[in-house]
């Protein structure tokens, strides 16, 4: 597959520092700061939290973890999991950090109530993020958010160290050498801020968003980021066995029912399920009590890996009338512009969006825009 080339400048670099740099001042002057994400985390979301909030909490300051839905069983694995709130906290937050998020909305219901924090943060890497934040780092290029907060950690080892030192550097040109190809004294300062559990976080990120490397964004940058992760106590082997070998015997139930609903359109290009709410109910009503969130994970993957099919939707039903739709595509297709056309967005081979109305009439629509960028 050919990777789209982006082109820097100097200009993008004296951007990107001047951006973490002003990153750092706000941290370094607010006290209780939130992180949120996305509604229905997977595992860069909360993976980037995880990673943000014990860099902060080795700064001293009071963090909040939120998230409107529950963590995954599988991401349980991974520190901190426990701290997450599915309430705005009480206390007045100096400071707002919003990771791996492409709008302001999409952290969920009641949104609106953090909106008047008179400092936001945006760390995203989706290339339809809305730079919503008062400041933002956002590299589309980036595999994961969790490879933007690896530069974000390393330019904060720097800088705490006073070391003329910017990771982006590499990132913009990958023709140059690795980001930390320097003597091991200084290389252990520039990652001083980065420790077993970070690294376990930040791994977790990279390993769930380039579908364990499967996907386009595992490129030379992100092997590279994992190889520097792999030098600390993370055990890849317990990390690949909790995230991919270990589900819910009501997983599979709900697979059994949803590949019922495969479908095909465009002459077998692109193909479709569907997960419903009596589905759920049919499962929870053998397993009281089990959380819903992560039932339906990567369930698009299974149409996408049919031979022929290019687009792959699933339609999860998440109330009456309303669908939450993800999109993946296997080389070529821009799915975030068939999203975009719903107001999601995300990134060209993985994107994502709610619809409302009949069923039926959502899949024409739908159907009709993937045929416009097949």
């Known amino acids: 597959m050919i990777r789209e080339i982006r082109e820097y400048s100097d200009t993008d670099l004296i951007d990107l520092k001047k951006s973490t740099d002003d990153i750092f001042h706000v941290i370094e002057t607010s006290k209780k700061i939130l992180i949120a994400t996305h509604e229905n985390p997977e595992g860069d979301a909360v993976?980037?939290?995880?990673?943000?909030?014990?860099?902060?909490?080795?700064?001293?300051?009071?963090?909040?973890l939120y998230d409107k839905d529950s963590i995954p069983d599988n991401l349980k694995f991974l520190p901190w999991t426990e701290k997450f709130l599915d309430k705005f906290p009480k206390e007045a937050i100096d400071l707002l950090i919003v990771a791996d998020c492409g709008e302001f909305s999409r952290i969920g219901a009641n949104f609106e109530q953090l909106s008047g924090i008179n400092r936001i943060i945006n760390i995203d890497h989706h290339f339809t993020n809305t730079r919503f934040g008062h400041l933002n780092l956002v590299l589309p290029d980036?595999?994961?958010?969790?490879?933007?907060?690896?530069?974000?950690?390393?330019?904060?080892?720097?800088?705490?160290n006073k070391i003329p030192y910017s990771?982006?550097?590499?990132?913009?040109?990958?023709?140059?050498?690795?980001?930390?190809?320097?003597?091991?004294?200084?290389?252990?300062?520039?990652?001083?801020?980065?420790?077993?559990?970070i690294a376990l976080a930040l791994y977790t990120s990279i390993l769930t968003d380039t579908g364990s490397f499967h996907y386009s964004s595992a490129n030379k940058r992100s092997f590279y980021v994992c190889s520097v992760l792999n030098g600390y106590n993370i055990d890849p082997s317990r990390v690949a066995t909790e995230l991919f070998e270990t589900k819910p015997a009501e997983m599979y139930i709900l697979l059994g029912k949803s590949l019922s609903t495969l479908e095909f359109a465009l002459g077998g290009k692109v193909a479709s399920m569907v997960g419903t709410k009596k589905m759920i109910n049919s499962v929870l009503e053998k397993t009281d009590g089990f959380r819903v969130n992560g039932l339906y994970e990567n369930f698009v993957n299974y149409p996408r890996s049919i031979q022929g099919v290019e687009i792959a939707i699933f339609f999860r039903e998440v109330s009456l009338n309303e669908y939450r739709l993800n999109f993946r595509s296997k080389s070529y297709a821009n799915v975030a512009a068939v999203a975009e056309r719903f107001g999601g967005g995300g990134h060209k081979f993985a994107a994502g969006c709610k619809a409302s109305g009949d069923l039926n009439e959502i899949k024409k629509e739908v159907y009709k825009y993937c045929e416009e960028v097949i």
């Open 47 to 64: 993976s980037s939290v995880i990673a943000m909030a014990l860099f902060l909490r080795s700064l001293g300051k009071e963090v909040y």
């Open 142 to 160: 980036a595999s994961s958010t969790g490879e933007v907060l690896f530069y974000l950690f390393l330019s904060y080892g720097a800088y705490e």
């Open 167 to 197: 990771p982006y550097e590499s990132f913009l040109n990958e023709e140059l050498n690795e980001p930390l190809s320097c003597d091991l004294d200084t290389r252990n300062k520039i990652l001083s801020k980065i420790n077993d559990e």
